[in-house]
């Protein structure tokens, strides 16, 4: 399957919506496309995945990039999903401790204001930026080498 990207303009957020397979052969288009939009100077960056039907660790380790990108930047960066089975490998991986994951591109939006830290706390499969609770591993470890 092919991966579409599209990019529009929510307030001050620019949202890339990805739709497809991002495996190891369309990941570097998603890179390439997310440091356009970095190099272009979008500071806050929404990616939504709601039309993702396949996500690799390539496509992971693409994300885990953009987003020490931006905060690099003094940006933020959030993801916008809903299906069970890509919110299961954000949790598989621990991820769902490092990206901030919405239901809505307008969650997304008005839950990072400029922000570069935080969670919808209501979504599902995601938690708010604390302490690590009971069971969980520590959140200073690196999640991976990034794009």
Sequence with gaps: M???LATRTV????VLEVGGEVDVYTAPRLRER???LVEGGARHVVVD?????FLDSTGL???VGALKRLRSAGGSFGLVCTKEPLLKIFRITALDQVFPLYETVEAAVAGSSGSSTGAAPDTP???AAGPPQAGEPPRDADPGSGA
């Design 49 to 53: 995945l709601g039309r993702v039907d």
């Design 61 to 63: 380790g693409v994300l």
């Design 11 to 14: 307030a001050e957020h620019t």
């Design 2 to 4: 092919e991966l579409s």
């Design 125 to 127: 499969g995601s938690r």
């Design 34 to 36: 997310l440091i356009e």
